[in-house]
C-alpha cells in the first residue's frame, strides 16, 4: 500500500504514460509535416518551433511552437495554427521524443 493511500505522504513523482511511443526528433517533425500536409488548412505548413520539454501534465516531453509558410496571409495563418494545434496535441498524445 502507498504512503498516500495510508493518510502519509508519498514522493512528488511524475508517471510517463508508457503506452506513447518513442521516436527521435526526426522522425517525430517527419509526422507531423506528413499530418499537416494530409489537411487542406495546414497544407504546406513547416514546424519550425520543435523543442524537447519537461513532461507535461499529460506525459508529453515536446511541442512545437511555431509553424511557417511562405505565404503571409493573415487570415490563412489563424485558420491553419487552430488546425495544427489539433493535430499536434494528437501527435504529441500519441508519441514521445527518445
Known amino acids: 500500500m502507498a504512503?498516500?493511500?495510508?493518510?502519509?505522504?508519498?514522493?512528488?513523482?511524475r508517471e510517463t504514460d508508457m503506452s506513447r511511443e518513442?521516436?527521435?526528433e526526426q522522425e517525430l517533425l517527419a509526422l507531423v509535416?506528413?499530418?499537416?500536409?494530409?489537411?487542406?488548412?495546414?497544407?504546406g505548413w513547416i514546424p519550425t518551433g520543435f523543442h524537447?520539454?519537461?513532461?507535461?501534465?499529460?506525459?508529453?516531453n515536446w511541442d512545437i511552437t511555431h509553424l511557417h509558410r511562405d505565404r503571409?496571409?493573415?487570415d490563412?495563418?489563424?485558420v491553419a495554427t487552430s488546425e495544427a494545434a489539433g493535430?499536434?496535441?494528437d501527435l504529441r498524445s500519441r508519441y514521445n521524443l527518445r
Open 22 to 24: 518513442l521516436k527521435t
Open 33 to 43: 509535416v506528413k499530418a499537416l500536409d494530409a489537411n487542406p488548412a495546414t497544407a
Open 52 to 60: 524537447e520539454t519537461v513532461e507535461d501534465e499529460d506525459g508529453c
Open 72 to 74: 503571409k496571409d493573415a
Open 76 to 78: 490563412v495563418r489563424e
Open 87 to 89: 493535430i499536434i496535441n
Open 3 to 13: 504512503a498516500a493511500e495510508r493518510g502519509g505522504t508519498a514522493p512528488m513523482t
